[in-house]
């Protein structure tokens, strides 16, 4: 069930190297974080392998893609994605598989670990700090990303996983800082005050952007026994399903007061460039992600609130979308399919 993304490493069966230095790169629906992950890439020391570990909320596996085509084929970056929901109660793939799996395929000197931006982060650095881990993993700086504009909204600062995501870091990015208010820095300034989390660093931050040296740092957490939520191991994601001869399948998910409603769509389906855009600009959605075989080109999206961006990509195998909101609409699919030129 592991996405792997770039080229396979020869399997490292032992390990004489230092522990792998690694990173969590958390934050909300939104806010930024595969950009901050890209622009680390940019910074990566040439000598180096580094391990990118993107966890998504649904079950189709939008994120991998959209990293993978935004970056040039390379070697030296492994891009594994986990699919359907937070990695340690994601179903039939416990993040130790994940670990374990990426410790058979190589030896990175960094891992950066991208979970959902609905799931439990804490629960993730206890994995990462837990014994199991102690000679193969050293914790270094958690980030947290925030888009400041959103701390008038309840709907972000009251929800249990956009705060913890502020308990558990190191550094506080307020992201996108250049569109915020004075008054919206403000806000979040008396809002970490009030969470009590002096220990985390606040930076302003354009474009996901921030210094490598950030990384660097170790980790403040502290381990705290939790318990797991592992569902039916042999429960198989969409991600993982065989492509129906009607050429596209569809897959929901459901949780933290969101649903998700994801299509995978075989390659030979191609999009109308023109109306795919109409409709993704028409969805009233939380979060958006595609990468869509167009007759204009494959095309990655991205849509947060009233933010649209596309990139070109490189390649895929296939068309996948995800939207993730407080209420599907039964009225997407359909006018999904509209989209798709008639063979």
Same mark, same amino acid.
């Given at each position: 069930?592991?996405?792997?993304?770039?080229?396979?490493?020869?399997?490292?069966?032992?390990?004489?190297?230092?522990?792998?230095?690694?990173?969590?790169?958390?934050?909300?629906?939104?806010?930024?974080?595969?950009?901050?992950?890209?622009?680390? =890439?940019?910074?990566? #020391?040439?000598?180096?392998?580094?391990?990118?570990?993107?966890?998504?909320?649904?079950?189709?596996?939008?994120?991998?893609?959209?990293?993978?085509?935004? %970056?040039?084929?390379?070697?030296?970056?492994?891009?594994?994605?986990? !699919?359907?929901?937070?990695?340690?109660?994601?179903?039939?793939?416990?993040?130790?598989?994940? =670990?374990?799996?990426?410790?058979?395929?190589?030896?990175?000197?960094?891992?950066?670990?991208?979970?959902?931006?609905?799931?439990?982060?804490?629960?993730?650095?206890?994995?990462?700090?837990? @014994?199991?881990?102690?000679?193969?993993?050293?914790?270094? %700086? %958690?980030?947290?990303?925030?888009?400041?504009?959103?701390?008038?909204?309840?709907?972000?600062?009251?929800?249990?996983?956009?705060?913890?995501?502020?308990?558990?870091?190191?550094?506080?990015?307020?992201?996108?800082?250049?569109?915020?208010? !004075?008054? @919206?820095?403000?806000?979040?300034?008396?809002?970490?005050?009030?969470?009590?989390? #002096?220990?985390?660093?606040?930076? #302003?931050?354009?474009?996901?952007?921030?210094?490598?040296?950030?990384?660097?740092?170790?980790?403040?957490?502290? !381990?705290?026994?939790?318990?797991?939520?592992?569902?039916? #191991? @042999?429960?198989?994601?969409?991600?993982?399903? !065989?492509?129906?001869?009607?050429?596209?399948?569809?897959?929901?998910?459901?949780?933290?007061?969101?649903?998700?409603?994801?299509?995978?769509?075989?390659?030979?389906?191609?999009?109308?460039?023109?109306?795919?855009?109409?409709?993704?600009?028409?969805?009233?959605?939380?979060?958006?992600?595609?990468?869509?075989? %167009?007759?204009?080109?494959?095309?990655?999206?991205?849509?947060?609130?009233?933010?649209?961006?596309?990139?070109?990509?490189? @390649?895929?195998?296939?068309?996948?979308?995800?939207?993730?909101?407080?209420?599907?609409?039964?009225?997407?699919?359909?006018?999904?399919?509209?989209?798709?030129?008639?063979?």
């Amino acid at each position: 069930m592991i996405k792997r993304t770039a080229p396979p490493h020869k399997p490292i069966m032992q390990r004489d190297m230092p522990p792998t230095a690694v990173n969590v790169i958390t934050g909300f629906l939104g806010v930024g974080k595969t950009t901050a992950i890209l622009n680390l =890439l940019q910074q990566k #020391p040439d000598d180096e392998l580094w391990a990118i570990l993107v966890n998504e909320f649904g079950e189709i596996g939008v994120d991998g893609g959209l990293m993978q085509g935004q %970056t040039p084929s390379r070697d030296d970056v492994m891009v594994l994605e986990i !699919p359907g929901g937070c990695m340690c109660c994601a179903a039939g793939l416990p993040m130790e598989m994940a =670990l374990s799996q990426l410790f058979f395929l190589a030896s990175p000197d960094r891992l950066i670990i991208e979970p959902t931006g609905l799931g439990h982060p804490a629960e993730v650095l206890s994995v990462l700090a837990s @014994d199991a881990y102690r000679d193969r993993l050293e914790l270094h %700086t %958690t980030v947290a990303l925030v888009d400041a504009r959103n701390m008038a909204d309840d709907r972000h600062c009251k929800h249990p996983s956009f705060i913890q995501q502020l308990e558990i870091a190191d550094v506080i990015l307020a992201n996108k800082a250049d569109l915020a208010t !004075p008054w @919206d820095l403000q806000r979040l300034s008396t809002y970490l005050e009030q969470l009590n989390v #002096p220990h985390a660093g606040l930076l #302003p931050a354009e474009h996901g952007a921030m210094d490598l040296s950030i990384l660097s740092g170790r980790s403040a957490w502290s !381990p705290i026994e939790r318990a797991h939520h592992h569902t039916d #191991p @042999d429960y198989v994601l969409a991600a993982d399903l !065989p492509m129906p001869a009607c050429g596209f399948l569809r897959a929901d998910n459901s949780g933290e007061g969101f649903e998700s409603v994801g299509w995978r769509f075989s390659a030979d389906k191609t999009f109308h460039y023109a109306k795919v855009v109409a409709f993704l600009r028409g969805v009233d959605a939380d979060r958006i992600k595609a990468v869509l075989i %167009t007759d204009e080109g494959i095309v990655g999206f991205n849509v947060s609130g009233s933010a649209f961006s596309e990139v070109p990509i490189d @390649d895929c195998l296939e068309s996948r979308l995800e939207i993730i909101s407080r209420e599907s609409d039964p009225r997407w699919e359909q006018a999904l399919l509209e989209c798709v030129v008639t063979q």
